[in-house]
C-alpha cells in the first residue's frame, strides 16, 4: 500500500523519474528530485542563430505520510531554475487511497501529460491547449493498472490580462491491454491568456478541445499516434474571431541495449476566422529524428534534427545532455 501510494503522489507531481529516498520510517516517507538539462540547438525561427539553451531546471520534494492504513496524505514542493530568477512551480497537498489521489495547490493539469511526440524540442507546432498548469488547481487521478482517468480543474485565477478570471476544467480516459494503450484528453478553458498563430491581439481566448492516443509496444519498438481538434475563440470582443485547428501526430521508436533511435512527424492545420475578412487556412508540417545514449540510468545524451514546412523556417537541430536525481 504505500508504496502504491507513494507512487500516486510522484504522479500527481508530475515530477522527474528518478529520486534520493531522505526518509522512510514512523509512517513518513520523504524523497527528493531533480533534473538539470542544457542544450545547444537551432531552432526552426526564421533568420536565427543557434544558441545555448538551458532547458531544464527542477528540484522537486514529495511525501506521503500515512494517516491510515487506507489513507495517506501527500503533499509537494517544487522549483524551477530555467530563467535566472528560481519560481516555485509547485506546491500542494492531497490525499491518497485506493480511491485514487486527490490534490489541491499549485500543479499541473491533467492536460499537461497529453502528447505522443518522441521529440525533444524540433517536434513542431502540434497540440496546443495554451495554459497546463494554475495556482488554484484541483486533481482527481486514479489508476488500477488496467484502467486510468483523472480530471482536474483552476478555479478563479486572475490571468492579468482580463476584467474575468480563467478557468479550466480537463480530464483524461484510458485503458491498458497488454502492450496496447489508448487514451483520450478533454479540455476546457475560459479566458486564458495565449496565443495561437498570432491571431489573437488580446491574447484572451476561449479554449475547447480533446486529444486521442494511441502507444503499442512490441519488444524493442515503440509505435504511437494521436489526433485532436482544438478550437480557439477569442473571449475579449464582441465579434468573437475564431480558430479551429486538427492536429495529428505519428511517432516510432526502436531500442538497441542503451541507444534509442526515435522518428515522428507532425501536423498541424487551422482555418482563422477573424471578425472581419474572409476565412483563411493554412497547415504546417514538421518531420523529426533523433538518437539517445543512456549513459547511466540517470544520465542521457542526445541529438536531433528536424524539418519544417513553414515559412522561411531553419533546418533545426539540437544536442543536449540531461542529468536526473
Known amino acids: 500500500m504505500k508504496k502504491t501510494l507513494l507512487a500516486l503522489s510522484v504522479l500527481a ?19 527528493l528530485n531533480g533534473a538539470a538539462e542544457v542544450q545547444y540547438i537551432q ?5 536565427s ?12 520534494l514529495n511525501t506521503t505520510i500515512a494517516v491510515s492504513s487506507q489513507l495517506n496524505a501527500v503533499a ?32 499541473l493539469l491533467i492536460a499537461d501529460d497529453s502528447g505522443i511526440g518522441k521529440d525533444y524540442e524540433l517536434g513542431g507546432d502540434g497540440l ?40 479550466i476544467i480537463d480530464g483524461r480516459l484510458g485503458a491498458r491491454f497488454g502492450d496496447f494503450d489508448a487514451r483520450v484528453y478533454l479540455y476546457s478553458g475560459d479566458d486564458v491568456s495565449g496565443n495561437f498563430v498570432s ?17 503499442y509496444y512490441m519488444g524493442q519498438f515503440a509505435f504511437a499516434g494521436s489526433f485532436g481538434q482544438v478550437e480557439y475563440e477569442d473571449a475579449t470582443s464582441a465579434n468573437k474571431g475564431k480558430v479551429e485547428a486538427d492536429t495529428a501526430a505519428i511517432a516510432g521508436s526502436y531500442t538497441m541495449n542503451k541507444t534509442t533511435f526515435a522518428l515522428g512527424y507532425t501536423y498541424l492545420g487551422w482555418d482563422e476566422k477573424p471578425t ?42 539540437v544536442v543536449g545532455m ?4
Request: negative net charge; without cysteine.
Open 322 to 325: 540531461e542529468v536526473i536525481f
Open 43 to 47: 531552432e526552426y525561427t526564421p533568420n
Open 128 to 167: 496546443d491547449f495554451v495554459q497546463a498548469e494554475g495556482d488554484q488547481t484541483i486533481k482527481y487521478i486514479f489508476d488500477n493498472g488496467q484502467f486510468y482517468a483523472g480530471i482536474s480543474g483552476v478555479i478563479a485565477e486572475d490571468n492579468d490580462d482580463s476584467t474575468e478570471d480563467t478557468s
Open 49 to 60: 542563430d543557434p544558441f545555448l539553451r538551458l532547458d531544464d531546471g527542477d528540484l522537486a
Open 199 to 215: 491571431f489573437f491581439d488580446s491574447g484572451v481566448m476561449d479554449i475547447d478541445g480533446y486529444n486521442l492516443e494511441l502507444e
Open 13 to 31: 507531481a508530475g515530477s522527474a523519474q528518478a529520486g534520493v529516498n531522505l526518509y522512510d520510517g514512523n509512517g513518513v516517507i520523504v524523497d
Open 76 to 107: 509537494g514542493i517544487a522549483f524551477k531554475f530555467e530563467d535566472s530568477d528560481v519560481q516555485n512551480d509547485e506546491l500542494w497537498v492531497g490525499l491518497g487511497g485506493d480511491f485514487g489521489t486527490i490534490t489541491f495547490g499549485r500543479q
Open 276 to 317: 472581419a475578412g474572409g476565412k483563411t487556412s493554412d497547415d504546417v508540417n514538421t518531420f523529426y529524428g533523433n538518437v539517445t545514449q543512456q549513459l547511466h540510468s540517470n544520465v542521457k545524451a542526445y541529438g536531433e534534427i528536424g524539418y519544417s514546412d513553414a515559412d522561411d523556417a531553419e533546418f533545426g537541430y
